[in-house]
C-alpha cells in the first residue's frame, strides 16, 4: 500500500474510530465523519431491564465514578427477548463497551454471542449460560436465605412465611433461598404469584420482591386493621429511600446498588475481566 500500512491495520483503526462514535460504516459506501468528539476514554452501550428506583441508584454510582470519561448511551428491553436482540445486532460494533442486564429471560447467551466477548459486561442477575463474561452479580438464593437467617430471631414470633413471587422477572435464586431457609428451619410456608385482596392471618411474614406487592398488602392490612410488626410481619427486597418512611420503615434484603454501579465503574475504567458477587444485608426497620 502507498503509506506502507497492512488493510487489516487500516480496518482496525476504522472499526476503532467507529467505535468511539467518530465515523459512521455505510455498507457498500464506506465510512464517512460522524463526530469531532474525541474527548472520551469509552463509548458505552448499557442495556438496563427497566427503570426504577434501585436502577437509577446503580446507574448514577457507575456515572459519578466515571467522572465524565466515558459516553453512555441508555436502552431498556423490558424483558421482551425481541427487543433485547434488535437492540443489540443494531449497535454491535459501535461502542468500546457493552453492559449487559439480561434479566431472567432465557436465550440471551447465543444473542450475546454476537458481541465481542472482552468489551461484555453482564450486570445483575448471571446465569451458567453466561460464566465466561466479566460480572457484577447478585447471588439472590444466598442473598435472600442469608437475610432470612439474620432475621431469624424476629421470625420466631411470627407462624408463617409467605414469598409473593410473580415470577416473570424475579430470578428463580430467591425461591430457592427461601425455600432453604423454611426447610431447615422447620417454618411454615407458602409461595404465592400474585396479593390483591387477600386476607392476612396473625403471625403472617411477607417476603415482597415486587413492590406493586408490597403497596397491595400495606392497603390489605389497613382494611383488616392490622398493625404491622404488631400483627403480621414485612420484609421487601430491594432497598430504596422510601422504605426507610413508609409505615416507620420497611425491612428490606438488598444489594448495594450503590456499590454496584462503583465496582462497574472501576471495572470499565481499567478493562478488568472479573466476576464479582455484589454484596448484600438485611437492613431491619419498623415492620419485622
Known amino acids: 500500500m502507498e503509506f506502507g500500512i497492512s488493510r ?6 476504522y472499526e476503532t474510530l467507529k467505535k468511539r462514535g467518530i465515523v459512521n460504516a455505510i455498507l457498500g459506501k464506506g465510512y464517512y465523519i460522524k463526530s469531532t468528539d474525541w ?4 463509548r458505552i ?8 428506583a434501585f436502577k437509577e441508584t446503580l446507574y448514577n454510582s457507575f456515572l459519578e465514578e466515571l467522572q465524565q470519561r466515558s459516553n453512555i448511551h441508555v436502552f431498556f428491553h423490558y424483558f421482551n427477548i425481541d427487543v433485547f436482540k434488535k437492540l443489540i445486532e443494531e449497535n454491535n460494533g459501535n461502542y468500546t463497551k457493552y ?10 447467551a447465543p444473542i ?22 466479566s460480572s457484577v452479580y447478585q447471588n439472590f438464593a444466598k442473598d435472600m436465605y442469608n437475610g432470612l437467617s439474620k432475621a431469624k430471631a424476629l421470625l420466631k414470633a411470627h407462624q408463617r412465611l409467605i414469598l409473593i413471587f410473580p ?7 430467591m425461591v430457592e433461598g427461601f425455600t432453604s431457609f423454611c426447610e431447615q428451619h422447620k417454618k411454615k410456608h407458602i409461595i404465592i404469584n400474585n396479593f390483591t ?15 406493586k406487592h408490597l403497596v397491595n398488602v400495606i392497603k390489605q392490612s389497613k382494611k383488616q386493621k392490622l398493625k404491622i410488626k404488631k400483627d403480621f410481619g414485612i420484609i421487601s427486597y430491594n432497598e430504596t429511600p422510601l422504605k426507610g418512611i413508609v409505615e416507620s420503615g420497611i425491612t ?37
Open 112 to 133: 450475546i454471542k454476537m458481541l465481542p466477548k472482552k468489551d461484555v459486561y453482564i450486570l445483575d442477575q448471571t446465569n451458567l449460560h453466561l460464566r465466561e463474561y
Open 39 to 42: 474527548d472520551f476514554e469509552e
Open 197 to 211: 385482596d387477600e386476607e392476612i392471618l396473625d403471625g403472617d411474614v411477607f417476603i415482597i420482591p415486587d413492590d
Open 8 to 13: 487489516d491495520t487500516v480496518l482496525y483503526a
Open 99 to 108: 453492559i449487559i442486564m439480561p434479566g431472567n429471560m432465557n436465550n440471551t
Open 252 to 288: 428490606t434484603i438488598s444489594t448495594d446498588f450503590w456499590q454496584m454501579g462503583k465496582i462497574l465503574a472501576e471495572m470499565i475504567l481499567n478493562s478488568k475481566q472479573e466476576r464479582i458477587e455484589n454484596a448484600s444485608d438485611l437492613i431491619i426497620r419498623n415492620s419485622l
Open 45 to 52: 452501550f448499557l442495556l438496563f431491564d427497566e427503570l426504577n
Open 167 to 173: 415470577g416473570e422477572k424475579e430470578p428463580i435464586g
